[in-house]
């Protein structure tokens, strides 16, 4: 099975630097994804990471460490706009289930002014 | 259209009723997923077809619950003698396939709230 912890709620100033981290045990691993949802909206895609390190996508950056079973996310430059939840999730490594995610419970995220 | 749609987009439904809900996933992804989100909590797997054929059913919470897709596009859920437990926002999404490099698109949902 898969268990995956964040934690629910952080909040930061505008213009600061948020750092959300994602601790997963899971039977079989394939990948780990982040995504942003923003109240009453679907989810969309931010990041990907299948091998051990950093992704960087313009004010966002991805962390992945396999070993330790632990991801984080980075954002910089805070807007107003990130205020949303962001969701981290794992690929089942089993074929049969295809791109099957298991998901967190969500971090969200409260930027102030 | 350029996203995957669902239908409807909110549905009140009294306790026993049977309930179906729609989704139209992006054109050509052959995979197609069914997650329920319940409120304040991350999202739950309920079904994965690849094709019209459904490799992995593992999340339906009970015998209530229904799938089904057909010409490889169109899915309906379909629960049945609804509950109040059932009420949550289902959110379908979809891929251009099985590969691992393939991201989902999601879908804005449907908000069931049974009475």
């Known amino acids: 099975g898969q268990n995956i912890d964040q934690p629910t709620e952080m909040t930061a100033t505008e213009g600061a630097i948020v750092q959300i981290n994602c601790t997963y045990q899971?039977?079989?691993?394939?990948?780990l994804f982040w995504y942003q949802q923003h109240a009453g909206e679907a989810p969309t895609f931010l990041s990907y990471?299948?091998?051990?390190g950093l992704e960087e996508k313009g004010r966002f950056s991805s962390f992945l460490s396999r070993s330790k079973g632990y991801s984080y996310l980075l954002l910089k430059e805070l807007q107003m706009k990130d205020s949303a939840s962001y969701l981290c999730?794992?690929?089942?490594?089993?074929?049969?289930?295809?791109?099957?995610?298991?998901f967190g419970g969500g971090t969200r995220v409260l930027v102030k002014p | 259209g350029a996203g995957v749609s669902q239908s409807p987009s909110n549905k009140v439904t009294e306790k026993g009723k049977d309930v179906e809900l729609r989704c139209d996933p992006i054109?050509?992804?052959?995979?197609l997923y069914w997650y329920r989100q319940s409120l304040g909590q991350g999202l739950e797997f309920l079904i994965y077809?690849?094709?019209?054929?459904?490799?992995?059913k593992s999340g339906l919470p009970s015998d209530r619950f229904s799938a089904e897709r057909t010409g490889g596009s169109v899915s309906t859920l379909t629960i049945q003698r609804t509950q109040q437990e059932d009420s949550a926002v289902y959110l379908c999404?979809?891929?251009?396939?099985?590969?691992?490099?393939?991201?989902?698109?999601f879908g804005p949902g449907t908000r069931l709230t049974v009475l």
């Open positions: 999404a979809s891929t251009r396939g099985p590969s691992p490099y393939n991201e989902q698109f």
């Open positions: 899971t039977s079989g691993f394939n990948g």
């Open positions: 990471n299948v091998l051990d």
């Open positions: 999730a794992v690929r089942d490594m089993v074929k049969a289930a295809g791109n099957k995610l298991t």
């Open positions: 054109s050509g992804h052959t995979a």
């Open positions: 077809f690849q094709g019209n054929s459904a490799p992995d």
